[in-house]
């Protein structure tokens, strides 16, 4: 499966994302961006984004980056630091692969917002099975 074909799967297919309002921007071998325009009810009620909004468009570009070499990868750990709160606007998140080998592959997830501030930093490992992407 390509990239396109990555892009749609993550974005289109998955339903949870969609509620969130993640997009799946980029997809390229072994990275991934995503965005989400902040609304209304993604925020506490200390007006500031829910850790849930931000930890699902993380997971999201995790996912994406993760699933881009077309075959079927599954989150066995994600460790994320909250770091700044965000209060609006539109948050991007960048998936970069630091390692694969074999069955393991991890990853370094920035969360950031319009201004570039960094929000969130997430470690992330994933399990890659011989499965195809292709065989969904």
């Not at 749609?8 to 997009?23: I, P, Q, S």
């Not at 500031?48 to 075959?71: D, H, Q």
């Not at 960094?118 to 099975?129: F, H, K, T």
Request: negative net charge; contains cysteine.
């Amino acid at each position: 499966m390509n990239a396109d074909g990555v892009k749609a799967l993550l974005g289109e297919k998955n339903a949870f994302g969609r509620l969130v309002g993640v997009e799946v921007v980029e997809v390229a071998p072994g990275s991934a961006v995503c965005r989400m325009e902040v609304r209304d009810e993604h925020r506490n009620p200390f007006g500031t984004v829910n850790a849930g909004a931000i930890y699902t468009l993380a997971e999201t570009a995790f996912g994406a980056a993760a699933n881009s070499r077309g075959n079927v990868a599954l989150a066995v750990n994600l460790s994320i630091a909250y770091l700044n709160p965000a209060t609006g606007g539109v948050l991007t998140a960048t998936a970069e692969e630091l390692s694969a080998g074999g069955h393991m592959a991890t990853y370094a997830v920035k969360v950031i917002d319009g201004a570039g501030q960094l929000i969130a930093d997430v470690q992330a490992m994933g399990y890659r099975m011989k499965k195809s992407l292709e065989d969904l």
